[in-house]
């Protein structure tokens, strides 16, 4: 490959395959074609595991949630047997 780096706008564009596929033919070429591609699959990767990451927190908060209001739902019935 030769030419100008493609601009951000260009590989955000991009499919992942059309980017995989350009970094394969990138190697034996020019070594800035190369870097530009391996960055930006690594940065989507990135991307994709830190939405990942977000849903899983967003998961875990809510069962906390739930469990601290089902902890005093029990701990009501009990102070209510306790106390009668």
């Keep these: ?3 100008p780096i493609p ?9 992942n395959e059309e980017l995989k596929t350009r ?3 990138s190697i034996a070429g ?3 074609w190369f870097i530009v591609f ?6 989507r990767e990135q991307r994709r595991y830190a ?3 977000a849903r899983h927190t967003e998961a875990v908060t809510w069962l906390t949630v739930i469990v601290a ?5 029990q701990l009501g ?3 209510v047997d306790v106390l009668s």
């Design 7 to 15: 601009k951000w706008a260009e590989l955000e564009a991009m499919s």
């Design 30 to 32: 020019n070594p800035a």
């Design 51 to 53: 939405q990942e990451m």
């Design 38 to 43: 391996r960055d930006e699959l690594r940065h």
């Design 77 to 79: 019935i009990v102070l």
């Design 23 to 25: 970094y394969d033919n």
């Design 1 to 3: 490959m030769s030419g």
């Design 69 to 73: 209001i089902a902890t005093l739902i």
